[in-house]
């Protein structure tokens, strides 16, 4: 069984898939206290599948950028369960390019204060690094990259159908260290 967890940009997200098959889903918007609800909401969604955590043998993970709690959150537990059973799979992949999908995209979260995090991708291969920028900055990439679709803040971001399409493109950590978040935010 595997579960993917999104907690970074103020939905929790969560989906469990077994072999090829989505068996459950659940999509909670505007979460600002992520903290407070995902243990309980995991546990909720494995209860109701009849599942405990131990039947869970991959993680997918975004981890990052996004809300700096949010981040920890989805990080500390499956670092934690990896530490509990270090036979456990888990699988990264960053914020920006799990909203990107395999399309040509600008993608673009949040950062606050009048700035953005921000990657360009074509098929999840990042021509622009994943950065923060400034509204100025973003409004001069939209401009290089014209032909390229925006994508902001997860709003039409199918989840089941991307996680679907990018499982395979998660990249497996296999040491607890490598579970680390992406930070990128530039305090000056």
Do not use: H
């Given at each position: 069984?595997?579960?993917?967890?999104?907690?970074?940009?103020?939905?929790?997200?969560?989906?469990?898939?077994?072999?090829d098959q989505?068996?459950?889903?659940?999509?909670?918007?505007?979460?600002k206290k992520?903290?407070?609800?995902?243990?309980?909401?995991?546990?909720?969604?494995?209860?109701?599948?009849?599942?405990?955590?131990?039947?869970?043998?991959e993680f997918?993970?975004?981890?990052?950028?996004?809300?700096?709690?949010?981040?920890?959150?989805?990080?500390?537990?499956?670092?934690?369960?990896?530490?509990?059973?270090?036979?456990?799979?888990?699988?990264?992949?960053?914020?920006?390019?799990?909203?990107?999908?395999?399309?040509?995209?600008?993608?673009?979260?949040?950062?606050?204060?009048?700035?953005?995090?921000?990657?360009?991708?074509?098929?999840?291969?990042?021509?622009?690094?994943?950065?923060?920028?400034?509204?100025?900055?973003?409004?001069?990439?939209?401009?290089?990259?014209?032909?390229?679709?925006?994508?902001?803040?997860?709003?039409?971001?199918?989840?089941?159908?991307?996680?679907?399409?990018?499982?395979?493109?998660?990249?497996?950590?296999?040491?607890?260290?490598?579970?680390?978040?992406?930070?990128?935010?530039?305090?000056?």
């Amino acid at each position: 069984m595997k579960l993917f967890i999104d907690t970074c940009n103020w939905k929790l997200v969560l989906i469990l898939k077994k072999d090829d098959q989505i068996v459950d889903s659940l999509i909670l918007p505007d979460t600002k206290k992520v903290s407070d609800i995902v243990l309980s909401t995991i546990t909720m969604l494995l209860s109701k599948n009849n599942l405990k955590i131990n039947d869970i043998e991959e993680f997918y993970l975004t981890n990052g950028p996004g809300s700096y709690t949010g981040v920890r959150v989805g990080l500390t537990i499956v670092k934690t369960l990896k530490t509990l059973n270090n036979e456990i799979k888990v699988y990264l992949m960053n914020s920006l390019a799990f909203q990107a999908s395999n399309d040509k995209i600008i993608s673009v979260l949040d950062a606050r204060g009048n700035k953005y995090y921000l990657g360009v991708y074509e098929n999840q291969k990042p021509l622009i690094k994943e950065t923060v920028v400034s509204l100025e900055e973003l409004e001069d990439i939209k401009k290089t990259y014209n032909d390229f679709i925006i994508k902001k803040d997860n709003e039409s971001v199918d989840y089941l159908e991307t996680f679907n399409l990018l499982e395979d493109k998660f990249i497996l950590v296999n040491e607890i260290e490598e579970i680390s978040p992406l930070y990128i935010k530039n305090f000056i």
